[in-house]
């Protein structure tokens, strides 16, 4: 009779889910029958670094010499959030199991995680097992870290390596959550007893590096920031394979491809007035702090072969990234305009919007009146040309009978035509839209100071 259930979504894991099954190969003190289910995004346009079905079934023998009487592998056709994921893999569950094993597809499970999992879980009957301390190791750097619950400054309710007793799961409900899902489910399940486990494990750890909060979890690990400690452990001190360690230690070759998985960006600039002023447009483009790939591409346009929407198609058709960002060449970004629309397009997947195709922000104005006198910059509420997802421009390329607010037109059209807005980072006000003394769209200074007057 199968009693656990180990629970193994993954998502951009392609490189990184052998060492989380290495370490379920080797479970020590498993006198009872578990079962193994993995849920992953099949298709690389969802999901550029697929693990797969075939090298899951690869450890069939040696998991089964361990206890594992089941595996399977739930395809997954479009993307889904994490917590979706952990209601598949409950819902495949065998009905005997009466523990849920929140696996990891970017660790190394040390070799007592089932057996402490089920001991607290099946025999003792708690509701929430977690693990108060544990190893992390950072990829880019090489270097451990040492996590405890107990060095968290903001209280949060979750730490490691939990497991749920199946009875309390039964309510969870798909509300598309992507981000602190560990805290969801524990909010949503509401454990009656939970049981943290002090007991130090030294032949097991977690893996930064695979996975997007990598980025901002790097300097914690290395710096020894709270809720982390400096260690001197070393990758030899806690896994017995030195195959294992080759692998973790040679994967930071590639780490710009597993950063690539992160949204793929191109800023994309139409070059049709002097050069005065597109080497800031270039130059801002160029400095984005972006985790992930990130690229600039111009086109040359000062011979008006392009109207705008044409000059834009044609970007589009050359654009070899998952979103192209446009700027004028007048105009220039503050270093994190791109990272700020990700992390807006991010809220909005994490409040149900599934699949966003723009994002912009408002802007800011700088430049010079009618006078040719240069202004203190303004923030206005004017949208940005935005980042759009390149796939969807590709089929719904901009209307070439446009020639004026192009993107503004088509954020309308896109309302009234598809019944899609675009994700509106009202907050940022990144983009910054040069306006000339003989704009020919009017001054914005002067209209601005027009409406004032107005309002008195």
Not at 123 to 147: H, P, T, V
Not at 327 to 340: N, P, Q, V
Request: glycine share 6%; proline share 4%.
């Amino acid at each position: 009779m199968i009693e656990l259930t180990v629970a193994l979504p993954m998502f951009k894991a392609g490189m990184i889910a052998n060492v989380t099954l290495e370490g379920l190969c080797r479970q020590v003190d498993v006198d009872f029958k578990w079962e193994l289910i993995a849920a992953e995004e099949t298709k690389k346009a969802n999901n550029p670094l697929v693990f797969g079905k075939k090298k899951l079934m690869d450890y069939k023998e040696r998991l089964k010499a361990v206890g594992c009487e089941r595996i399977v592998y739930i395809p997954i056709e479009k993307w889904i959030p994490l917590s979706h994921k952990w209601i598949d893999i409950y819902n495949k569950r065998t009905k005997t199991s009466k523990g849920f094993v929140l696996q990891a597809a970017d660790c190394f499970p040390h070799s007592l995680r089932l057996f402490a999992s089920h001991k607290a879980i099946v025999l003792e009957d708690y509701d929430w097992y977690q693990q108060e301390g544990g190893y992390f190791y950072d990829i880019g750097s090489n270097k451990m870290a040492w996590y405890s619950k107990s060095n968290t400054i903001l209280y949060h309710p979750c730490s490691l390596n939990m497991t749920i007793s199946t009875a309390i799961m039964g309510g969870l409900e798909r509300e598309g959550v992507s981000k602190g899902v560990d805290s969801w489910m524990y909010n949503r399940t509401k454990p009656k007893s939970v049981f943290l486990d002090k007991t130090v494990y030294e032949d097991g750890l977690d893996i930064n590096g695979h996975n997007v909060i990598s980025v901002d979890r790097q300097k914690m690990i290395t710096e020894g920031l709270l809720p982390f400690e400096k260690s001197n452990k070393t990758l030899e001190d806690i896994i017995p394979d030195l195959k294992i360690i080759k692998h973790l230690r040679e994967s930071r070759k590639n780490l710009p491809r597993i950063i690539e998985a992160i949204n793929s960006v191109t800023t994309a600039i139409l070059w049709h007035r002097d050069e005065k002023l597109i080497g800031n447009a270039v130059l801002s483009a160029n400095k984005q702090a972006y985790p992930g790939t990130h690229k600039t591409k111009f086109l040359d346009n000062r011979n008006n072969k392009f109207t705008v929407p044409q000059g834009y198609n044609e970007l589009i058709k050359q654009c070899d990234t998952e979103w192209i960002s446009f700027i004028g060449d007048d105009d220039y970004l503050s270093k994190e305009y791109t990272l700020g629309l990700m992390m807006a397009l991010e809220s909005a997947i994490e409040q149900g919007n599934e699949n966003p195709v723009c994002v912009c922000s408002n802007t800011t104005l700088v430049g010079e009146n009618s006078k040719g006198e240069k202004q203190k910059p303004m923030t206005i509420w004017a949208l940005s040309p935005g980042m759009w997802k390149t796939s969807w421009l590709r089929e719904h390329p901009f209307p070439e009978d446009v020639t004026e607010h192009v993107t503004y037109n088509y954020y309308i059209k896109m309302q009234k035509k598809f019944g899609i807005e675009p994700v509106h980072a009202y907050w940022n006000f990144g983009y910054f839209y040069h306006q000339g003394k003989d704009n020919m769209s009017g001054n914005k200074f002067e209209e601005y100071e027009e409406r004032i007057e107005e309002e008195k």
